[in-house]
């Protein structure tokens, strides 16, 4: 049982990045971007093409990194671009429209075999009380908290931050007071793509993806994030971890390892009525 | 009055044009599907049985997402539990008659989706979504890790005949899709389905006029389901063996997208997304090109309909032929020369006499002095947000057959107190009585239903309504020929006489091709025609021009005499105070620091300092 907790927190540490990279967004572009994953896996995919053509394990790396953050942030663009006066729930459907045509643009580039993936770091692995922890768990923790460390940071403490905050709260004031939104909007936006390919690299050996199923795990992350209702990045982090723990345990228990794909949904489920238990109406008058 | 009527008909015959195109539609529509049906080579009879199963889920989407506003990504699990259903049931009995077996399919999706609504009945907007798309892909692992009843022994779903020949399927696939649209359509004209459009504009405005947001969102996602189910059970039948890539969340998001690009809340719409679904990768295939790419061109093309952000391109048809229909009749609210009833008031001030003081001690002593009965009555209350105090110890009162006003400074708690009594927020301290009954904790539909009926500073009348259905949901759907408790004429009567009373245009016009102000007076008539005993306005004169404004003042007047309920009338403009209340309660600050008839208020030399002065200077 422990066994299955630990190796889950792998699963576990890419579905918090992705929530983390969720909230994020949501924060500071007002987008609850469903396309989180399908960005990242595109840049993934990438990565392992270059290294199944033999180039560098770290410049390919950079090579995904970077296609997912130009990807994120054309995406960005287009959403300022168009959307600058939609409301969110608008612009939460024209990601939608993202997730469709990226999932047709993996299927073309990528095809949609299930591909093996090479562990990006040593296998190596040590026991703590019994438990075997691999080198990949500890990488994986060990980012997840730094990255909710560093973006907290950010958007607490820079100027950057108070600016992107400032913007998600009253875009058209913050463009007369001459802040360049639509730039910012699409930093923060490259940023998250990055992010969200890293973690999907991090997951990727212990599942032998197709483009689709690396797409769709967005909705453990969507589960996250909705636990701290969009706009807690701690919530959504260690939701992420406590989700994939949850599958790592159920994978082991016979009556529950069937049906673990629906844990987040039931989490999801949990989540919307305890948050909602109060009545609460829509926009002011 | 006479003038009105004749009007009436006249815009009546304008609006019938559309209604005349529509059978029109229709008659062509079953003449090429039975020609269709009877003359086509089979692989396009089968091609456009699939039109008619795509065109069943896509309708689902618009009465879901186009009508009750609910973004649904998990359309096409739906389907698979429809799919599921059927396959079990089909290997089980074989010669069940077919038409019977997928109506259970739908049968059986329905009430997935409507508990599925009712746990997300407080949620919205994109949290929704996303408890929408958790499901699809739940549903999507599970049936991997299973599969279809059928699949692993090899034997097909055969449709009892006559329907195992394509020409029969394909007669009931399309036989379906005209059932479930008359269904639905009827749905959507109930004054239960008229909620639908009412959630979607505001959840806030339609639970003012007495909808039950929560029952109206199950049961639009409970009827979307049955579309889905009834259309995953025909796939049953047309593959024989289904798979889980048939139903993956994909393909809700693409059959969405469709939904979205044609505008499947209408039924043409449906049928567009239909023949999209199924044309756009048969020229695809035979131009030698990769079948998914149409998923993307059919995402861009919902993009686009998303970014002019005026509907599929049905709807946008469908608006441009009411906008020509319409073009010519009346779209605003119109006030001729009011005819006098005999025993009409003389004059707001004169109406009601009693002591008068700026700032009453003991409301409940005047009163009983007064001998007037109070109606709406609040007292000592407090809300606060926060820090911020947004009322504090308020009371006021509102006599039977008067029109109270209620002033202030912007932010001195006017609408904040319009809210707490009408149930909109919850966390306030003191007392709300109407004729005397407590209606703590009682919800905002149910205030609504006992007769506090409310409009909003911001028009919230649906925009996809006709004057006609929003007066008919607003009245709550009883019987035309009920008297209401307490009211002095029929409903009908009553409805007939809010029309010409405040002027509405004919009931057929749209409610989006009517101006700001005209609505705003339309929801005046909407509270009206339910019978309330007391009228909340919020600044119905906003957006009026000067002498509409001075009509409406006249008419909000007579409100009391004419329809038998009070009015509290919350409004800046002084004149219009004066013309039309005859008591006024001033709130500054979240005090009240004035009450009483209104000549001897509004010259009490702290509401000038406070209101007036403020004002003047501003």
Redesign the interface.
């Known amino acids: 049982m422990l066994d299955g907790i630990v190796s889950g927190l792998v699963s576990g540490s890419a579905y918090a990045i992705l929530a983390v990279c969720v909230v994020v967004l949501h924060r500071l572009v007002g987008v609850l971007n469903f396309g989180q994953a399908a960005i990242g896996a595109f840049g993934a995919f990438l990565c392992y093409v270059l290294i199944g053509g033999g180039s560098p394990i770290a410049l390919a790396v950079l090579a995904g990194l970077g296609a997912a953050g130009a990807v994120a942030g054309g995406a960005g663009w287009v959403l300022a671009r168009w959307f600058g006066d939609s409301g969110p729930l608008i612009r939460s459907v024209v990601t939608v429209v993202l997730l469709i045509v990226l999932l047709t643009l993996g299927f073309r580039l990528y095809g949609d075999t299930p591909r093996v993936m090479p562990s990006l770091f040593p296998e190596f692995s040590f026991a703590v009380a019994g438990v075997r922890v691999s080198l990949t768990t500890l990488v994986a923790l060990v980012a997840t908290f730094a990255i909710a460390v560093s973006l907290t940071a950010l958007l607490k403490h820079t100027r950057v931050g108070i600016r992107l905050q400032a913007m998600s709260e009253r875009p058209t004031s913050v463009q007369l007071l001459g802040i360049n939104t639509r730039a910012l909007s699409i930093g923060v936006w490259a940023i998250t793509g990055a992010l969200a390919t890293f973690a999907l690299l991090l997951v990727a050996p212990t599942r032998n993806p197709t483009f689709e199923s690396m797409s769709f795990l967005v909705v453990p992350a969507l589960a996250a994030g909705l636990l701290g209702a969009f706009s807690n990045v701690w919530i959504a982090a260690l939701g992420g971890l406590a989700l994939g723990a949850l599958e790592g345990a159920g994978a082991r228990i016979a009556a529950v390892a069937e049906f673990r794909g629906a844990i987040p949904f039931v989490i999801i489920i949990v989540a919307v009525i305890w948050m909602r238990r109060a009545e609460v109406w829509d926009a002011a008058r | 009055m006479r003038r009105a009527e004749r009007g009436g008909k006249a815009r009546a015959g304008l609006g019938s044009r559309t209604a005349v195109l529509d059978r029109a539609g229709w008659a062509l529509l079953a003449v090429l599907l039975v020609v269709a049906g009877l003359t086509l080579p089979v692989y396009w009879v089968y091609l456009l049985t699939t039109v008619a199963i795509t065109a069943l889920v896509a309708r689902g989407i618009g009465l879901v997402t186009g009508r009750a506003g609910l ?1 649904s ?1 998990c359309q096409m699990s739906f389907a698979a539990i429809g799919g599921w259903v059927v396959s079990a049931v089909a290997l089980d009995q074989p010669d069940a008659p077919f038409p019977l077996l997928v109506l259970l399919g739908g049968v059986a999706a329905a009430p997935i989706g409507w508990l599925l609504g009712l ?9 929704f ?3 929408t ?3 699809a ?6 049936l991997r ?2 599969s279809f009843p059928g699949v692993g022994s090899g034997t097909p779903v055969l449709p009892a005949a006559p329907f195992d020949d394509a020409r029969w399927y394909f007669a009931l696939a399309w036989a379906l899709l005209l059932l479930l649209q008359l269904t639905l359509r009827a749905g959507e004209r109930s004054v239960h389905g008229l909620g639908w459009s009412a959630v979607r504009s ?3 405005g339609a ?1 003012a006029l007495g909808v039950r947001v929560g029952a109206a969102k199950a049961s639009a996602f409970a009827l979307g389901a049955l579309c889905s189910g009834v259309a995953g059970g025909l796939l049953a039948g047309q593959y024989g063996l289904l798979t889980p890539q048939v139903f ?3 393909t809700s ?2 059959t ?2 469709t939904a ?1 690009l044609c505008g499947a809340a209408l039924f043409g719409g449906a049928v567009l997304a239909g023949v999209f679904a199924v044309f756009v990768p048969e020229v695809l295939r035979r131009l030698g090109m ?1 079948l ?2 149409g ?2 061109l ?3 093309g ?2 686009d309909v ?2 002019r ?1 005026n509907g599929g391109i049905v709807e946008q048809l469908r608006a441009r032929l009411e906008e020509r229909a319409f073009a010519r009749s009346r779209r605003s609210c119109e006030w001729p020369a009011l005819e006098r009833t005999d025993d009409a008031p003389q004059g707001a001030d004169a109406a009601h006499g009693g002591s008068v003081s700026a700032a009453p001690d003991d409301p409940d002593a005047r009163e009983r002095a007064n001998g007037a009965s109070p109606l709406l009555a609040v007292r000592n209350l407090t809300v606060s947000y926060g820090g911020t105090v947004a009322l504090n110890g308020v009371d006021l009162t509102v006599r039977a057959g008067e029109v109270h006003a209620l002033i202030g400074p912007n932010g001195a708690g006017k ?1 904040t107190l319009i ?1 707490v009594v009408t149930g ?1 927020t ?1 966390s306030a301290s003191g007392e709300v009585q109407l004729d005397g009954i407590d209606l703590d904790g009682r ?1 905002a539909r149910v205030r609504s239903r006992r007769g506090i009926r409310r409009t ?3 028009v919230r009348a649906p925009e996809t309504l006709t004057v006609g259905e929003y007066l008919r949901l607003a009245a709550g759907g009883r019987a035309a020929g009920m008297r209401d408790p307490g009211a002095p004429m029929l409903r009908a009567e009553r409805s007939q006489a809010v029309r010409a009373f405040l002027g509405l245009p004919g009931d057929r016009v749209p409610i989006r091709l009517m101006d700001a102000g005209s609505r705003r007076v339309l929801e005046v008539a909407g509270a009206l025609v339910s019978a309330p005993r007391v009228a909340l306005l ?1 600044e119905p004169a906003a957006g009026l021009g000067a002498a509409e404004s001075r009509a409406l003042a006249e008419r909000i007047r007579e409100i009391p005499e004419r329809f038998g309920c009070a009015v509290l009338l919350v409004e800046h403009d002084i004149e219009f105070v004066r013309a039309t209340a005859s008591r006024v309660t001033v709130l500054d600050d979240g005090r009240v620091i004035g009450s009483g008839p209104v000549a001897e208020v509004l010259s009490a030399p702290k509401v000038i300092a406070a209101y007036l002065g403020t004002e003047r200077s501003a």
Do not use: C, K, W, Y
Request: without cysteine.
């Open positions: 973004i990504l746990a997300t009945t407080r949620v919205r907007g994109v949290e979504a996303v408890v798309l958790g499901f892909a739940a549903l999507d692992l599970v890790q299973g505001s959840e806030r639970a993956s969340p994909l998001l693409v969405l997208a979205v990769p998914d790419v998923n993307a059919l995402a861009i919902a993009f998303l970014r952000g609408s809210d909109f919850g919800s909003f500073q911001h919020d």
